[in-house]
């Protein structure tokens, strides 16, 4: 069975670090692009951050370039995302898909989602 299965959310104080995982079972992640999204309380589901199958591109959502890093051990079939220096706009529930198309062409849609891990950034 396929799945994707988030884990390293918790409660930080604003300026703090966190580094998510994605673990992926029953398929083998290095053929796939993979995304991180996030969705706050009363908001829409948003992009984060997106790498390709190889690891070589990568694709940040404005409000996190040069915080954020997604990196992937294909050898691990887990994909991460370094939180630093995190900020109360930041807590969501962050989510990891397999994308049908290349990062950081999210139009193709996704096929396969994690259920996600909570992040809440407060003092």
């Known amino acids: 069975q396929l799945q994707l299965v988030e884990s390293g959310g918790g409660l930080v104080q604003p300026g703090e670090t966190l580094r998510l995982s994605c673990a992926a079972s029953?398929?083998?992640?290095?053929?796939?692009?993979i995304a991180w999204f996030r969705q706050a309380p009363g908001k829409e589901r948003e992009g984060v951050s997106c790498i390709s199958s190889t690891g070589g591109s990568t694709n940040y959502r404005d409000s996190v370039k040069g915080r954020f890093t997604i990196s992937r051990d294909n050898a691990k079939n887990t994909v991460y995302l370094q939180m630093n220096s995190l900020k109360p706009e930041d807590t969501a529930v962050y989510y990891c898909?397999?994308?049908?198309?290349?990062?950081?062409?999210?139009?193709?849609?996704?096929?396969?989602w994690g259920k996600g891990t909570l992040v809440t950034v407060s003092s």
């Open positions: 029953g398929f083998t992640l290095g053929n796939s692009a």
């Open positions: 898909a397999r994308m049908r198309g290349p990062c950081p062409l999210y139009y193709y849609g996704m096929d396969y």
